[in-house]
């Protein structure tokens, strides 16, 4: 049965692939899976019929028949598990596959987000100057020792795999920000990640829905 995944029908990211549906796109391409996508609207996700598959009136979902999963990490947690290429076959290494996936989304993600949230909520603050560079101290700590783990190596953990899709997916979220410069290591793994055909393939789909146009290949 082929899959349904919801995302904006207006993305905010203006195509750059940073809408979190670019994570299951990729995912679902890596494991060569034919997938169907339903655009909703700013306000559509805050309807009933939506918030029946997200409790939290976001995108993106995953349909596949009676199953509805909602949050990026499961729903790619259950992509990975259900064809090959995102986890390793030894049990060992797929339970750290999956450990990378969890710290890319509770340790590495929550001080980048906060940081890009600032600017909209708390710009007119008396404190905004102030709570910049403290916010992105907070993040160099966590660059610091990813950067430190990676080494040079090619992916975190041997074969590229959930965790490593996941954590190049967090750290495009600091496009634009000249702190990934002082990661050399880390800007080489996220354009390893970005090469990948699967990678393009599901960037050129979500371009696809701002631009109007339908991908090339």
């Not at 899959?3 to 890596?30: C, H």
């Not at 655009?39 to 976001?58: D, R």
């Not at 992916?155 to 190049?168: H, N, R």
């Not at 920000?177 to 800007?187: A, C, H």
């Amino acid at each position: 049965m082929t899959p349904t995944i919801t995302a904006f029908e207006s993305s905010p990211d203006k195509g750059r692939g940073l809408a979190r549906d670019m994570r299951v796109r990729w995912a679902l391409e890596e494991v060569g899976r034919p997938y169907d996508v339903r655009l909703v609207s700013f306000s559509g996700m805050k309807e009933p019929a939506h918030k029946a598959l997200h409790p939290f009136g976001q995108i993106p979902t995953y349909q596949e028949g009676d199953l509805v999963l909602f949050e990026t990490g499961s729903i790619i947690l259950h992509v990975a598990e259900q064809g090959r290429g995102l986890l390793p076959d030894d049990a060992n290494a797929r339970a750290r596959a999956i450990t990378w996936m969890f710290a890319a989304l509770n340790t590495v993600e929550p001080p980048i987000v906060e940081r890009e949230q600032v600017p909209y909520v708390e710009r007119d603050k008396p404190w905004y100057e102030e709570r910049l560079p403290l916010l992105e101290d907070r993040i160099r700590v966590r660059l610091d020792d990813l950067s430190s783990r990676l080494g040079d190596a090619e992916w975190l953990d041997g074969a590229f795999s959930a965790g490593d899709l996941m954590m190049v997916m967090v750290l495009r979220r600091l496009e634009g920000m000249d702190m990934m410069q002082e990661y050399p290591n880390l800007s080489a793994y996220v354009a390893r990640g970005e090469a990948r055909p699967a990678y393009k393939r599901a960037f050129d789909a979500q371009l696809a829905v701002f631009t109007g146009h339908a991908p090339i290949g």
